[in-house]
C-alpha cells in the first residue's frame, strides 16, 4: 500500500481550562467521586496539549471556566460548528446542562451571528463528526443525543447525517470509539476520508455502515479503545492521542499520520481525553 503524502491543516480549536474540575457524581461509567481529581496535575496535562497545538500550528481561544461547571473542561459537548454555523448544546444530564449557555454565549461574543438553540438532547462534537471537508457528518445516538437531533442537525447544517447505534456504555459518545483522521478532499473518484475507529462500540448494523463507507479504515482493539484512544484529535497529520493507546502508533504511521502521545490521566476521571476537551470552530 502506497503511503499517501499529508499535510496539516491549521485549525481553530476552543478549551476551557479545568480550574473547577473535579468528579463529584457520576453519569458515565469513568467517573467515580471516590477517586479525588488532582488539580495541579489536571492543570499541566490540560495546558500541555494546549502548548502542543500552538506550536503545531493552530490557534486556540480559551473559554473562561464557571465554578458550577466542573465538566466545563470538556469543550467538545458544548455545541457543533460547520461553515460558522452553530448547533448548540442541549444537555441529557442537569449537571451540566448551565453549560449550554455559556458555549452560545462565547459563539455569540465571538462574532457567530446564526447560533442555534436546539430542540433535542444533543451534546455536541461529542455525538457528532463532521467528515469529508463538511460535506456531511456522523451522529452518535444510544445513551446521550437523541435520535431526533440527527434530523434536526441535517435540517440546520442541510447536509446529511448518518447515524451509529452506540451500544457499550463506556463509550457513551461517538468520540470516544470514533476519530475522522482526514476529511478527505470530498471531490468524486477523489479521496474520501479516513477514519479509526472501535466495532465492539457499535451495534451491527452500524459496524456494516462503517465497513462499507470506510473500508480501509483503522480499526481499533479493545484495549486501546479503553485506554481512550479514539478521543483522538487530526489535522490531516498529526493525530494527538491517548498516549496509552499503543497499539494505534503503528497503523496510523503505516498511513502517514503522525501519531502524538498525550497524558491526560486526571480528566480521564472525568470519562474525556484529547477531543473531549477540544472544540473544533469551523467558521465560514
Known amino acids: 500500500m502506497r503511503t499517501p503524502r499529508r499535510s496539516a491543516t491549521p485549525r ?30 489536571a492543570q499541566a496535562q490540560w495546558e500541555d496539549l494546549r502548548d502542543r497545538y500552538r506550536a503545531l500550528g493552530h490557534t486556540v481561544e480559551e473559554l473562561v471556566p464557571h465554578p458550577g461547571c466542573p465538566d466545563m ?32 454565549r462565547w459563539y455569540r461574543e465571538h462574532g457567530f451571528a446564526d447560533v442555534r438553540e436546539p430542540l433535542h438532547i444533543n451534546e455536541g462534537e461529542g455525538d457528532f463528526a463532521v467528515a469529508v471537508t463538511a460535506s456531511w457528518l456522523l451522529g452518535g445516538r444510544g445513551f ?47 479521496r474520501g476520508a479516513e477514519i479509526m475507529y472501535y466495532p465492539g462500540a457499535f451495534s451491527p448494523g452500524s459496524r456494516a455502515v462503517l465497513a462499507r463507507l470506510f473500508p480501509a479504515a483503522v480499526v481499533a482493539s479493545a484495549a486501546d479503545a479503553a485506554a481512550f484512544g479514539l478521543n483522538a484529535v487530526s489535522d490531516g497529520l498529526h493525530v494527538l492521542l491517548p498516549a ?41
Not at 497524558?263 to 470519562?271: A, F, N, P, R, S
Open 73 to 104: 473542561v470538556f469543550t467538545a459537548n458544548g455545541a457543533t460548528v460547520v461553515d460558522g454555523r452553530v448547533l448548540g448544546a442541549r444537555f441529557a444530564f442537569a449537571e451540566r446542562g448551565a453549560e449550554a449557555a455559556v458555549h452560545a
Open 144 to 190: 446521550r443525543s437523541s435520535p431526533l437531533s440527527h434530523a434536526e442537525a441535517q435540517e440546520y447544517f442541510r447536509r446529511p447525517v448518518i447515524g451509529l447505534d452506540l451500544v457499550d456504555p463506556r463509550f457513551y459518545h461517538l468520540d470516544t470509539a470514533l476519530c475522522v483522521l482526514d476529511g478527505g478532499d470530498g471531490e468524486p473518484g477523489g
Open 12 to 41: 481553530r480549536y476552543l478549551m476551557c481550562p479545568p480550574a473547577y474540575f473535579r468528579v463529584s457524581y457520576s453519569i458515565n461509567p469513568w467517573m467515580d467521586p471516590g477517586k479525588p481529581v488532582d488539580l495541579a496535575v
Open 244 to 284: 496509552g493507546a499503543v497499539g494505534l502508533f503503528g497503523p496510523l504511521r503505516e498511513r502517514g499520520f503522525e501519531p502524538l502521545g498525550m497524558d491526560l490521566g486526571e480528566l480521564l476521571k472525568g470519562g474525556g481525553s484529547v477531543k473531549c476537551v477540544t472544540a473544533e470552530v469551523r467558521p465560514g
